[in-house]
């Protein structure tokens, strides 16, 4: 069998960081090689290297037996490799047809042969049972369909070796299958698959050779059929895999949430959420469960006060906050973990110590009766969370840019933890980030919530969900469509309710 | 081409009111074909600088430098027209406006200045750098001045339809029409006789960009590469595209139509270059551009209100008390619009506007002479930010890209 891809003794430096170190790695022609391994262990670098984004110090890349130097993304086009972004290269102003043909021909003023192309993505989606509409607008489509147009657009160019980065973490479990499924025919007819992830369970099933990586180093190559879940996770962190163990559950009596009867429109006259009824108790944490674009961002929203509803009611605790603006709800005790700590969360060029303050500045905690800010207060305050949630930061006064992401979130989860608060409305408390600030993250909200704490808890990470939650409501198109128990929830269940298959 | 019109049908509508209000006597003046004329060649340049600014925001810099653009675009032009002839003169200012879009790029595009900051900064540069010129180039010349330049001699032809619009010496059907002074069908024929008599080659030119312009930027993978860019500079550099080149293609593109239509203003309106003759067209071409929603004809249509406007001023006050009823019943349609989109807030906006324009209308015979001037300033404001429609603008405009990031 030939190689498809040999790399030897690839090393790539960042100012202060070895990212790649060393790598030597094999993959062979018509496989599907995944390639796994915590954030920040290389596999992006090592990815790009091999896509022409970056430039390696060392070593050398052969493609088909052949040694090529790549400067740019085009090179390695020309050389039969795509890549499918995790986050799309998608505009959304463009049509279909237009996303898949940008950049085939020269930058001329010939007429663009539309109807050719058109034929030919036919063909294209014809023969590997892709089904696509060369006309809508990309804006127009779901993430599924999103992917598949990257995919056929590297297919179009003639791709032989395909990387997908992340192909799974935005997609549902039944899109996952149709994706793997499309995958398999893939490598059926001939086409070398790169498949990078963290999902284990995922890998497990669709590669046929998995390579790990830890720290920029690849630690070994092993057959999927000859290994095991946990032996993957002890090469890729050395250690368990963490999954949220499910605990006894005791919510106390006394409600922390109640939500009666939500409606709310979006400016453009649709219903952002209708009907929706719920509460939470003290100490216990609510899962929402759905597909982005559900309303659950705006019953977030509408729950802190940003997002105006049309009716309802809303008690924290015994009090009415119907008509409490958001700083009047924050100091009332409700807490936010946003669902994009960078531009949400954190303001990124100011230092810890002042980031601290952010969103009790008006409260007195920070606040002097003269109007000046605390601090002191907050230098202090700052500590107490980088110590209690392992932020690691060279000291409070290192801007939150300087951070990698896991960091940075463990310091807004602590923040807004630490402000003691009685209801904690978490979305997506740990998109993005490595298994160690994931299992620290949930260990803290599972602390809080046994100190009473309420929490809703809103995540596209199913396990998550299902591990940390007392109960779980799925939304879909803005209605609450089904209440589960954890313990009944699987994936696969979540994602049919999810995506309407069942109600 | 066809199919724009067929969507956008509600253009024509302020067309028909045009046409009903004329109908009284003392607004005649606002179908005739002189009007149109006038209009067009006063909107051509705004259009010019709405389409300047569409190639360079869709490539993903704003250009509120424009302005600048234009300015030379006046100087260059009056100063080669002058040299050696008003075609030279043409070429001369989009040459003119085209170094400034370089300058704009360089600033923009490889040194990541703030686009609005670097777009000021020109504006500044420009005037002080056309004064610089023009004090240098005619130190030897009887007239000279720091303000002004020579008279420019020489005419670049102009073109009426032949028996249509009476070209040549043929006779005019248009002309016969609009004189037999029937309803409806005189103004129409009083419009379509000022679109197609009397236009010089330049103008000619100028129209002809339009379709050009979208040609080459829907139907062409050029243009498709210099819309991506506005869109999605990381993706599109990964596909190959040069997003940087794209960059500048686009900033000097969008100088050279500002150029052009500094050079218009010199060579069509006054036949000499005068310090502050741009007076804030290339901001009013940046409006027309956001109205016509980053997209040729759109420019066209505010570019066409404004000039229509600012024709209606210079040639009789009665019509632009004509203007006030029009103005109303834009505001009317736009409210309904607005009502039937739910947008109640807006719409009960637009409504106040146009009854408070309608009561004008009803208590008053004139416009004072000091409203008069700024009438086509005010109608296009009031226009423009009442048809709040949905706006799509590239995505990453104004926004640094740094090539090998993602994000």
């Known amino acids: 069998m030939t190689l498809a891809i040999n790399l030897s003794k690839i090393s790539k430096s960042f100012p202060g960081v070895k990212a790649n170190d060393d790598i030597n790695l094999k993959i062979k022609e018509g496989t599907i090689h995944a390639i796994v391994g915590e954030n920040g262990a290389g596999k992006s670098t090592l990815m790009k290297i091999l896509y022409g984004m970056l430039k390696q110090d060392s070593g050398t890349i052969k493609i088909f037996d052949n040694e090529v130097k790549f400067s740019s993304p085009k090179d390695a086009i020309a050389k039969g490799i795509g890549m499918v972004h995790q986050h799309f290269m998608l505009a959304d102003n463009l049509s279909v047809l237009e ?16 109807s050719k192309y ?13 089904p696509l509409n060369t006309d809508s607008m990309i804006d127009e489509l779901g993430v599924g369909e999103k992917q598949r147009v ?5 297919l179009f160019r003639g791709a ?12 549902v479990p039944q899109e996952v299958r149709e994706l793997f499924s499309n995958l398999k025919n893939l490598k059926e007819s001939g086409v070398t698959i790169i498949f990078i992830s963290h999902k284990l369970d995922e890998v497990l099933e669709i590669a046929d050779e998995i390579s790990v990586m830890r720290g920029g180093r690849h630690i070994d190559t092993v057959d999927s059929n000859s290994v095991s879940k946990t032996d993957l996770a002890e090469m890729m962190i050395g250690q368990n895999l963490p999954t949220p163990p499910k605990r006894e559950k005791n919510p106390m009596e006394k409600k922390a949430l109640v939500v009666n009867n939500f409606n709310a429109v979006e400016e453009n006259g649709r219903k952002a959420f209708s009907n929706i009824n719920f509460s939470i108790n003290q100490g216990e944490i609510v899962g929402i469960a759905g597909v982005e674009g559900n309303g659950q961002r705006e019953l977030a929203e509408a ?3 940003v997002f105006q509803i049309e009716s309802g009611e809303i008690f924290l605790g015994e009090n009415n906050i119907n008509e409490l603006t958001t700083r009047d709800r924050r100091e009332q005790g409700l807490s936010f973990i946003p669902e994009d700590r960078q531009s949400q969360g954190l303001l990124m060029d100011m230092s810890l110590s002042e980031n601290v303050i952010l969103g009790k500045q008006s409260s007195s905690k920070y606040k002097t009766k003269l109007y000046n800010i605390k601090f002191n207060q907050a230098s202090v305050n700052s500590n107490v969370v980088i110590k209690n949630f392992d932020v690691r930061t060279p000291g409070n006064e290192t801007l939150p840019l300087a951070l990698s992401g896991g960091n940075q979130q463990k310091f807004v989860v602590g923040r807004e933890i630490e402000n003691k608060p009685s209801l904690l409305i978490a979305s997506q408390p740990t998109r993005g980030i490595d298994i160690g600030a994931q299992s620290l993250i949930w260990n803290k909200l599972r602390d809080a919530r046994d100190e009473g704490l309420g929490v809703l808890l809103i995540s596209a990470d199913l396990d998550e969900l299902i591990g940390l939650s007392d109960r779980i409501f799925v939304i879909y198109e803005g209605n609450f469509v089904k209440e589960l128990d954890p313990e009944d929830a699987t994936p696969e269940i979540l994602g049919s309710y999810m995506t309407g298959l069942k109600s | 081409m066809l199919k724009t019109l067929k969507k956008n049908y509600l253009i024509f509508l302020p067309i028909a009111f045009i046409a009903v209000i004329a109908q009284v006597d003392k607004y005649d003046q606002l179908t005739t074909s002189g009007t149109f004329g006038a209009a067009i060649r006063l909107a051509i340049p705004i259009c010019l600088a709405g389409l300047g600014g569409m190639f360079s925001e869709r490539s993903g810099v704003v250009n509120i430098g424009l302005e600048g653009m234009m300015i030379m675009g006046t100087w260059f032009g009056a100063w080669a027209a002058w040299m050696y002839g008003p075609w030279y003169g043409i070429l001369a200012g989009i040459i003119g406006g085209a170094m400034f879009g370089l300058i704009h790029a360089v600033g923009t595009v490889t040194f990541q200045v703030d686009h609005i900051v670097s777009g000021v900064a020109i504006n500044i540069l420009a005037a002080g750098v056309a004064r610089f010129l023009n004090v240098v180039a005619y130190a030897d010349q009887p007239t000279q001045s720091a303000t002004q330049s020579p008279r420019i001699d020489g005419e670049v032809g102009d073109f009426t339809l032949p028996y249509l ?8 059907l248009f002309g016969y029409l609009q004189d037999l002074d029937l309803p409806f069908l005189s103004d129409f024929a009083g ?11 330049i103008s000619i030119f100028a129209l002809t960009l339009i379709p050009i312009a979208a040609w080459t930027l829907w139907s062409t993978p050029f243009g498709l590469q210099m819309r991506s860019v506005g869109e999605l500079p990381t993706g599109s550099e990964s596909l190959g595209v040069n997003v940087y080149l794209m960059k500048y293609i686009g900033v000097m593109i969008s100088g050279g139509f500002a150029g052009l239509a500094g050079a218009y203003l010199v060579l069509e309106s006054s036949g000499i270059y005068r310090e502050g003759q741009t007076a804030g067209r290339g901001f009013i071409g940046l409006a027309s551009m956001i109205f016509g929603n980053y997209k040729p004809l759109g420019i066209f249509m505010g570019s066409g209100l404004f000039g229509y406007a600012d024709a209606l001023q210079l040639r009789s006050d009665d019509a632009v008390h004509g203007l006030l009823v029009l103005i109303s019943l834009i505001l009317l349609i736009i409210s309904i619009k607005q009502i039937i989109e739910k947008k109640y807030l807006s719409a009960s906006i637009s409504i106040m506007l146009c009854l408070g324009f309608l009561i004008w209308f009803l208590n008053s015979e004139t416009v004072p002479s000091e409203f008069v001037y700024f009438t086509p300033h005010i109608t296009t ?22 090539k090998g990031e993602l994000n």
């Open chain 1, 99 to 114: 996303s898949i043909i940008l950049g085939m021909d020269k930058a001329s003023l010939k007429i663009l042969n539309k």
């Open chain 1, 118 to 130: 058109k034929y030919e993505i036919n063909e294209i989606t014809n023969k590997y049972s892709m």
């Open chain 1, 150 to 154: 990257e995919i056929i657009k590297v």
């Open chain 1, 160 to 171: 032989k070796i395909l990387i997908l980065d992340e192909p799974t973490a935005v997609l």
């Open chain 1, 303 to 305: 729950i802190l006060g």
């Open chain 2, 165 to 172: 619009s009476g070209g040549g010496e043929t006779p005019s």
């Open chain 2, 191 to 201: 419009l379509l006789l000022g679109a197609t008599s009397n236009l010089s080659y």
């Open chain 2, 381 to 402: 404001l009031i226009v423009l930010s009442s048809a709040s429609q949905k706006l799509r603008m590239p995505k990453k405009v104004g926004q640094p890209y740094r």
